[in-house]
Nanobody
Framework: QVQLVESGGGLVQAGGSRRLSCAAS????????MGWFRQAPGKEREFVAA????????TYADSVKGRFTISRDNAKNTVYLQMNSLKPEDTAVYYC?????????????????WGQGTQVTVSS
């Protein structure tokens, strides 16, 4: 069982930056692929970024590639999402998720545990 708690959301101006954190409980954090998803009002939850268990490999949605960076610190049981050059269309609730898959996965059905989400609002 893994419990995930996101933090770092808030209001930011377009072009600004924000770093989200997700703290995981338990001693098996390094066994999980970690991902970030987001959901805007009236839209489906969509994949943003994922990182494999050691942190050596990452993947991103095309919409955030070059602007967002996912990273993890297995010693601190924490995964991060650094968001730069934010746009109003990045406004959403951002969710952290953990997958027991061995390889990076990008579909929400492959993730076993979810955080409660943190709101990010980008003003124009």
């Amino acid at each position: 069982q893994v419990q995930l708690v996101e933090s770092g959301g808030g209001l930011v101006q377009a072009g600004g930056s924000r770093r989200l954190s997700c703290a995981a409980s338990g001693r098996t954090f390094s066994r999980y692929v970690m991902g970030w998803f987001r959901q805007a009002p009236g839209k489906e939850r969509e994949f943003v970024a994922a990182i494999e268990r050691s942190g050596a490999s990452t993947t991103y949605a095309d919409s955030v590639k070059g602007r967002f960076t996912i990273s993890r610190d297995n010693a601190k049981n924490t995964v991060y999402l650094q968001m730069n050059s934010l746009k109003p269309e990045d406004t959403a609730v951002y969710y952290c998720a953990a997958s027991a898959r061995i390889v990076i996965v990008t579909t929400k059905e492959d993730y076993n545990y979810w955080g409660q989400g943190t709101q990010v609002t980008v003003s124009s």
